[in-house]
């Protein structure tokens, strides 16, 4: 079982981001859950949502919060500087951050494989949501496809275009997008 | 209409609105706001765009969602809501109604913990308090089974016409999406035909209900309401039986499992079962002779099957996400009484844990084995977790 | 209930048989009674409009409905809907709760609906005849109404074109011809004819009228302008001769500078028909705004675009100078009140001062021209005698209406006399006795109005032409509303006094005493417990509650 964590600010899509991963990875098969942080979500706040993906034989009986996370999901690079982002990811885990600067530029303890891509720039370029608040929620998924290889992109498409009621093509081409120039690290020793 | 069955990730909440899509409701009453959920809100979509031909009523309070309700019902429609917390204990004196007039409304209950102070995360207190005014409850383990016990119990209420209460973990059920499969209109329909109400309103031949009962005959209406609940365990099973060969999934009143060879056993109800099972399944294969028993249906209850499969066991833990202020967990408190009559009783113990959302995670139900396997003798309350 | 045996007994708590056994009606002490009341609206309309029902159906969107119900009483809706003062809208209870509904502007959605589906009504022929002379809106009414009864209708007039003040004094930007045109059109269609061009009393006597037909109406209206008496009369133009010529394509103004005299609706339309001339007029009022007879509404757009108003003045002579008029004013104040209540402007000694203008148009006041009727209908004084409610005159089969017997009036009072007389002929002609007036229906005040049913909700906006455009145009200022607007508005209505089946009564009666099949609900009395819910909870006030009298038995 993979457990996910996605942090983002209200409004930028990270509980429609787990949904659209949960499903790309149900197209396959998989076993898949997936929830909020359970609270209530206020534009611009912290929120974080969490998906579990197991083998298809695997049945997904636990019902709580994910606290040992095997990636994290970073919508928004200043949330890096406040408390719990990286809490519980084990180590040799993944890091995949939304930012313009390269992995090694990140202040991110060298135990963990980052990744980054600009999400926003990306989102931007495609339209997605506004100029002051671009919606990256589907350009990372794409990136994520490319660093984890826990599903395919074709998996992540069709379910963007299931998920996505605004503009669902342009959101495909965000991931594209993404899945293409998404900067990794090299995988941490594990 | 849905003409081909087909599993989709999708919420608790919707997977409500789906197995009401499906049992073809007639009317649906709601208050729309908090406590309030999404289950409503697909409903009046479903309503809206034709999908669905159903009234949709909106409110001003929960008590009139369910004086709406027991009017559409009295009259013979097929009847839903949906409500939470606050709203459920604002429901209390029409849920009587309901049940004394033998109206088969199904609701659904998002458990949520009851204010002061406020919250909006699980705990089973609301739809426990509520034991008492003669409706079915059906605590339910995931998603799947929230839209199956939909469409199961109109089946059930409509045979012998009491209520049911559906009742989901706030967010832990409600908001988690993961796989359900929604059924074809056809196979439902084959389940649950249209409801044909032996006793209803006709508005040209006005008829009394609910009107005033002298100490003559209230009391025999009681009886039959307590008649009606007993019948109610045979309906449920035996109707679960039909719709798991119609749709492969089997429903009883209790789910027991690693029970073979057990000598301790957890219970418990609601989504808490699912981390229950995977920490049993660990233990087991540490070698440990844990079972675990889900208490699926609490009204009627079913002291039978607990009995029959608790005596003999070492030791019980069960856990409570509930309290009964002044008593102890609730749950706890109906399985003692369901084993009193029995001469040789396990060692009962009650553990008191996650009120209001508080994470339950596979470990703490390891250690609560670990506690149980400890104990000679079981205190009124164990509290698990509480920050001292 | 009552039984031996728990098998007895049904599931459910349901009552063994139905409930109609238990006459529940004779615990009542006060009874409902269902009765329809006049809106307050239908009240102040002169044409007693079903209003409250017209919106029912607008609100419905039932426009066919609408134009049925409003044709009952009023022929000319595309007409009132236009240039009625429209008292219905003072007289509306949503007054005193935020704003009136807008009538007016929905009756003219209905009659504008009428002009363009109308079908053409062929009645069953009686072969009685009726002259009418004047195709005013009093002449036009009561010819609508004579030839729908199925007489054969001849209007005299001796103008060329039908209409008469319609046309020829009311300007185009409150009623464009065209509007007049179609209804006048439609009743050629439905066989009425008119003779253009022929002045009774010239070309032909009312004498010999009467001695060819069954019946004459009079209806000329009041044309003569009253003068002022004062030295140098000569040079005032008349304020129907203006605005006639105006009509008739004169688009030059008469000067640039313009003084207006008179306080009426002739005053403030030649003021603002000035306006649109490009000239400044400046309107001469010997009262104060307050007392000015002209429709409010008109005051204050004649305000808007920028006429001068200046009151307690009076001209007392005028002297024409080199190519222009100096008019000698002087200035009122406001003594005791007269005869129709008003207070009787009172000149100050040595308070004159001059006024220079180009031009000065005097309107202050129009008088019915009488001297080619017969004698003995008219008094010492030469005013047309008969009687207020039918139009019937001493000489049989003469009938008056309009302008010509109650002096200037408006439109919608014209129609409504026309109408009156024609229901009088009508009877006359089929040798019936004439109607008398029947009492009307008490009213719905406000406080009848369940208001919790009514949440407060601001007057439609009615759109109409931009100010600085109106002033330069001819063009018709105020506009149409759309369909849903005028439903949004309709909606507005508290249907005062008049059921609309909402079903509120027969919700609330927890006796099921309540029936709806037929017009009205009606109360089962062997079940009605006089509870009184369902008075309360009629939003309009047709659901009273009255005392019971004795019943038989009981002691008195």
């Known amino acids: ?190 | 209409m849905i003409t081909a069955s087909a599993t989709k990730v999708i919420t608790g909440n919707h997977a409500v609105s789906y197995g009401v899509l499906l049992s073809r409701v007639q009317v649906i009453s709601a208050y729309p706001i908090t406590p309030q959920t999404q289950v409503v809100e697909l409903l009046s979509e479903f309503v809206a765009s034709g999908k669905m031909a159903a009234r949709f009523i909106t409110v001003e309070s929960e008590h009139s969602a369910m004086a709406a309700c027991i009017g559409a019902a009295s009259v013979g429609a097929r009847t839903f809501t949906a409500t939470s917390s606050q709203g459920l204990a604002l429901m209390h004196e029409m849920l009587h109604w309901a049940s004394g007039a033998r109206l088969p409304i199904v609701m659904a209950n998002i458990n949520r913990a009851l204010a002061p102070p406020w919250s909006i995360w699980t705990d089973q207190t609301d739809s426990l308090a509520q034991r008492d005014t003669g409706w079915m409850q059906i605590y339910v383990e995931t998603s799947q089974e929230a839209l199956d016990s939909i469409i199961l119990g109109f089946k059930v209420s409509e045979r012998v016409l009491l209520p049911t209460m559906v009742v989901l973990d706030a967010f832990l059920l409600s908001h988690t999406a993961e796989p359900v499969e929604i059924y074809d209109q056809g196979r439902v329909d084959e389940f649950l035909p249209p409801f044909s109400a032996p006793y209803r309103l006709k508005p040209g031949v006005p008829q009394a209900l609910g009107g005033l009962a002298d100490p003559g005959v209230y009391f025999e209406f009681r009886v039959k309401l307590q008649e009606a609940m007993e019948k109610a365990r045979e309906a449920i099973l035996e109707e679960g039986k039909r719709f798991a060969k119609l749709f492969g999934r089997f429903y009883g009143l209790v789910q027991e499992e690693f029970m073979e060879d057990a000598e301790m056993v957890i219970v418990t109800a609601g989504a808490m079962a699912g981390t229950a099972r995977a920490a049993v399944r660990e233990l087991r294969n540490e070698g440990r002779k844990v079972g675990l028993v889900r208490i699926r249906v609490f009204r009627p209850f079913p002291f039978v099957e607990l009995r029959q499969i608790l005596g003999g066991r070492k030791k019980v833990a069960v856990l409570d996400r509930n309290l009964s202020l002044g008593h102890h967990g609730i749950f706890y408190e109906e399985v003692k009484s369901a084993l009193y009559p029995m001469a040789a009783r396990p060692l009962v113990v009650g553990y008191v844990l996650g009120l209001g959302g508080r994470d339950v995670r596979p470990e703490d139900i390891q250690a609560i084995v670990d506690d149980l396997e400890m104990r000679e003798e079981a205190p009124e309350i164990v509290w698990w977790g509480v920050k001292r | 209930m009552g039984s031996d045996s728990m098998q007895d007994l049904p599931d459910a708590p349901l009552s063994w048989g139905d409930t109609r056994w238990n006459k529940t009606g004779n615990w009542r002490h006060m009874r409902p009674e269902v009765r329809e009341r006049a809106a307050p609206c239908a009240k102040a309309c002169p044409l007693g409009n079903p209003i409250p029902k017209v919106m029912t159906a607008v609100s419905r969107g039932d426009l066919e409905e609408a134009a049925r119900l409003l044709l009952e009483r009023n022929p000319f809706p595309a007409i009132t809907g236009r240039v009625c003062p429209h008292p219905c809208e003072v007289g509306c209870n949503r007054r005193r709760y935020d704003e009136p509904l807008a009538i007016r502007s929905i009756e003219r959605l209905v009659g504008d609906w009428i002009q363009e589906h109308r079908t053409v009504y062929f009645p069953s022929e009686t072969g009685k005849r009726v002259a009418i002379v004047g195709s005013g809106p009093a002449g036009l009414a009561a010819a609508s109404y004579l030839r729908r009864q199925g007489h054969r209708v001849v209007v005299y007039d001796r103008n060329d074109r039908v209409g008469g003040m319609l046309v020829d004094a009311i300007p185009s930007y409150r009623l464009p011809r065209s509007v007049v045109e179609r209804e006048a059109r439609a009743l050629e269609q439905m066989g009425v004819v008119f003779q253009l061009g022929v002045t009774i009393g010239r070309d032909v006597s009312v004498e010999q009228l009467l001695s060819s037909y069954d019946a004459v109406l009079v209806a000329t209206g009041a044309h003569g302008e009253r003068r002022m008496g004062i030295p140098g009369e000569e040079h005032f133009l008349g304020g129907l001769e203006f605005l006639r010529a105006v009509r008739r394509g004169e688009r030059k103004p008469p000067g640039r500078r313009v003084a207006v005299v008179g306080g009426g609706n002739v005053a403030i339309d030649v003021a603002r028909t000035l306006v649109r001339l490009g000239a400044s007029p400046v309107i001469l009022y010997r009262r104060t705004r307050k007392e000015m007879p002209a429709i409010e509404e008109e005051v204050e757009r004649a305000e808007a675009d920028g006429v001068e108003f200046q009151f307690l003045t009076l001209p007392t002579s005028a002297v024409k100078l080199d190519g222009y008029l100096r008019l000698v004013v002087v200035r009122m104040q406001l003594g005791e009140r007269d005869r129709t209540g008003r207070p009787r402007p009172v000149p100050i000694p040595g308070s004159e001062f001059e006024l220079e203008c180009d031009a000065a148009i005097r309107a202050i006041g129009e008088v019915a021209e009488t001297e080619f009727l017969p004698r003995e209908v008219l008094d010492d004084q030469g005013w047309v005698v008969a009687d207020k409610f039918t139009g019937a005159t001493k000489r049989a089969g003469l009938f008056v209406a309009g302008d010509l017997v109650t002096g200037p009036a408006t439109v919608v009072e014209a129609i409504a006399a026309g109408l009156r007389a024609g229901r009088a002929i009508d009877r006359f002609v089929r040798g019936e006795a004439l109607p008398v007036q029947e009492k009307p229906l008490p009213t719905v005040p406000l406080k009848e109005i369940n208001l919790d049913y009514f949440p407060r909700a601001s007057r439609v906006s009615i759109p109409e032409l931009p100010l600085a455009a109106r002033c330069k145009t001819f063009d018709e200022e105020i506009l149409g509303l759309d369909l849903n607007s005028a439903r949004g508005e309709a909606a507005r209505c508290f249907s005062c006094g008049s059921c609309n089946l909402c079903a509120n009564c027969w919700i609330f009666c927890p006796d099921a005493a309540i029936h709806l099949d037929g017009d009205l609900p009606w109360v089962n009395l062997e079940y009605c417990k006089g509870c009184g819910v369902c008075a309360t909870e009629c939003p309009r006030g047709v659901i009273t509650m009255k005392e019971e009298l004795a019943r038989e038995g009981a002691v008195a």
């Open chain 1, 1 to 190: 079982m993979i457990e996910i964590r996605i942090h983002g600010r209200g409004g930028q899509g990270a509980v429609v981001a787990s949904k659209i991963l949960a499903d790309a990875a149900f197209r396959e098969g998989h076993s898949v859950q997936t929830f909020p942080q359970f609270g209530v979500e206020r534009r611009g706040a912290p929120v974080a949502a969490f998906v579990r993906i197991a083998d298809p034989d695997e049945p997904l009986w636990i019902r709580c919060h994910v606290t040992t996370p095997h990636i994290v999901i970073v919508l928004d690079a200043t949330l890096l500087e406040t408390a719990g982002i990286l809490e519980g990811l084990r180590d040799g885990g993944i890091v995949l951050v939304n930012s313009p600067q390269p992995p090694d530029a990140l202040a991110i303890p060298s135990k963990y494989q980052v990744a980054t891509v600009d999400a926003s720039a990306i989102a931007l370029k495609h339209k997605l949501g506004t100029r002051t608040q671009p919606i990256v929620n589907t350009a990372i998924l794409g990136a994520f496809v490319k660093v984890t290889r826990l599903v395919r992109l074709e998996s992540v498409l069709e379910a963007i275009r299931e998920n996505v009621p605004v503009d669902p093509e342009g959101n495909v081409r965000a991931a594209e997008e993404a899945f293409a120039t998404v900067l990794s690290s090299a995988r941490a020793a594990a």
